[in-house]
Structure formats: structure tokens, C-alpha cells
Nanobody, 117 residues
């Protein structure tokens, strides 16, 4: 099964920015929705942002206009631009892709984002 590979995580000061990227490790077709989730220690995994193949996006309430999700359908990649980061944004961020016909649901291994002074 094709895996997704995230990159771009790291340590940033409060108020800083990071750009996460996600790409498939092999050939993948028929991607429908692409999502970013996150999971902080002791918490459940939660949806951060989603984007349809047509470019329609959805954000969790806690994003509050700070993040932007984008995708390149030709490359099957998805990005998450995160601005005005807060300590509570600290988590492992996961990329997720769901087939248009729901025949697969792929996840990445996650990338750590730490927001700390």
C-alpha cells in the first residue's frame, strides 16, 4: 500500500510559521479528500483541515484563520501553511488521503510540530 510522507515539522517560537508538506511514496490514483490531522500527547487525533479534489477547504474551529491548506492534484501533494503558531498547536501532524471511491484511506507517519519559547 502506498504510504504518505510528511515533511516540514520542527521547533518554532510562538507567533512563528511552518509549512508542512505531504507526498505519496509511490504511485497513487483517484485521491478524493486530503486531510491534515494532529495528535497531542494524551489527546485524541483531531482534524485540522481538509481539502477536496476541487479545492474546497474546511478548517477546525481552533485554526481561526491561521492555517491554509492547499493541494496539487497533478503531483498528489498537500500542504499546510501554519502562521501565528501557538504553544497549544504542539502535536504530531499527520497527512491523510481518502480515495474518491473510498477504496483506500492512507496515512503518513507524522511530523512533529513543537511551538515553544
Amino acid at each position: 500500500q502506498v504510504q504518505l510522507v510528511e515533511s516540514g515539522g520542527g521547533l518554532v517560537h510562538p507567533g512563528g510559521s511552518l509549512r508542512l508538506s505531504c507526498a505519496p511514496s509511490g504511485s497513487i490514483v483517484n485521491i478524493g479528500v486530503m486531510n491534515w490531522y494532529r495528535q497531542a500527547p494524551g489527546n485524541q487525533r483531531e482534524l485540522v483541515a481538509a481539502i477536496s479534489r476541487g479545492g474546497r477547504s474546511h478548517y477546525a474551529d481552533f485554526v481561526e484563520g491561521r492555517f491554509t491548506i492547499s493541494r496539487d492534484n497533478a503531483k498528489n501533494t498537500v500542504n499546510l501553511q501554519m502562521n501565528s503558531l501557538k504553544p497549544e498547536d504542539t502535536a504530531v501532524y499527520y497527512c491523510n488521503a481518502v480515495a474518491s471511491d473510498l477504496t483506500y484511506n492512507c496515512w503518513g507517519q507524522g511530523t512533529q510540530v513543537t511551538v515553544s519559547s
